[in-house]
């Protein structure tokens, strides 16, 4: 059974950079479209970015377009997701999780992923 584990988050200082990692086990992430999403103390959860299973086509929601970047990492069997200028309001407990209508991302919408992963917590602050 395909079990995800996040890794990666931290402290950093507004304007800095993270690198988180989804890796698999049980299963490889190979034939899987994967999301990432994050949620916020009293928010819900947000779909942020999603690539499909080739790697070629990814989406992202409009709150971090341009400053995060997801990608697979395939040597790593990993999907990472880059983010740059982060902001305190980029503060939450991001997940990852494995897109289930296919092996392309038809959305952001966490009811479309299942299989998440514990998530790993990124906090922004000076």
């Known amino acids: 059974q395909l079990q995800l584990a996040e890794s990666g988050g931290g402290l950093v200082q507004p304007g800095g950079s993270l690198r988180l990692s989804c890796t698999p086990s049980?299963?490889?992430?190979?034939?899987?479209?994967i999301g990432w999403f994050r949620q916020a103390p009293g928010k819900a959860r947000e779909g942020i970015a999603c690539?499909?299973?080739?790697?070629?086509?990814?989406i992202y929601a409009e709150s971090v377009k341009g400053r995060f970047t997801i990608s697979r990492h395939n040597p790593k069997d990993s999907v990472d997701l880059q983010m740059n200028s982060l902001q305190p309001e980029d503060s939450a407990i991001y997940y990852c999780?494995?897109?289930?209508?296919?092996?392309?991302?038809?959305?952001?919408?966490?009811?479309?992923?299942?299989?998440w992963g514990q998530g790993t917590q990124v906090t922004v602050s000076s």
């Open positions: 999780a494995v897109e289930t209508v296919g092996t392309v991302c038809s959305s952001l919408l966490p009811d479309d992923f299942n299989n």
């Open positions: 049980g299963q490889t992430l190979w034939y899987y479209a």
């Open positions: 690539i499909s299973n080739s790697g070629v086509s990814t």
